[in-house]
């Protein structure tokens, strides 16, 4: 898949969520919980009329027995994967996260929102085969 691709795919909901986040933070202000920026951004998400669902439960098999359950932060129209961050930067560590939660959910595009700073940190992450953006 090629770049110009990768970065079209979800491009309008992936910025309509991020102008959501921004919002949040421009509000609350840097620096809380993870918890309350969720909670924050579920009500703006509300007033910009999204359908997203909280901590929806996707279960891991092994074998066709079941290991494990991933949680995702939000899940937002059925088509994207927010996770939200409270960390000094956005690491690979974080993309792997939502790099599992797009293969265990098989969706194709996650955001990382980071509210740690002054200005929203943020990565789109597009899975793709094997490989991430």
Known sequence: MNANRRELIEKNLTFQVVGCARAVLNELGHGLREKTYERALCVEMRHQELSFQEQRVY????????????????????????EIKTVDK????????VLNYLRITGLEVGVILNFKHPKLEWKKVVLQEGRHQ
């Open 90 to 97: 956005i690491i690979q560590e974080n993309l792997g996260q």
């Open 59 to 82: 279960p891991v098999f092994y074998r066709n027995e079941h290991i494990d359950d991933y949680i995702p932060d939000l899940e937002i129209e059925n088509r994207l994967i927010v």
